[in-house]
């Protein structure tokens, strides 16, 4: 599994209205830690429209939504 910046994670929690965000550890045998869990109370994504928001290349709604802004900003210009 590729490693995630633990704080767009969080911040993924508050853009979906949670209220609760938690944040556990499991240490391994050696004393590291093992696995980090972050779960929150927020409204998640839903199953049907799943394929809407990540895609085949996994960009979310937020970059769909940037690069059509970005499109009209340009357009007309050379």
């Known amino acids: 599994m590729k490693p995630t910046d633990p704080f767009a994670l969080l ?3 508050f853009e ?3 209220t609760t965000i ?3 550890h499991t240490i391994n045998v050696l004393g590291g830690i093992e696995e980090i869990c972050i ?6 994504i839903c199953f ?11 960009a979310s709604q937020k970059n769909a939504l940037s690069l ?3 499109s009209k ?3 007309g210009k050379g």
């Open 73 to 75: 900003v340009n357009q």
């Open 48 to 58: 049907e429209t799943i394929r809407d928001t990540f895609g085949a290349f996994l």
């Open 22 to 24: 938690s944040i556990t």
């Open 68 to 70: 059509k802004i970005k």
């Open 39 to 44: 779960s929150d109370n927020g409204s998640g």
């Open 11 to 13: 911040n993924n929690g």
């Open 16 to 18: 979906a209205n949670a």
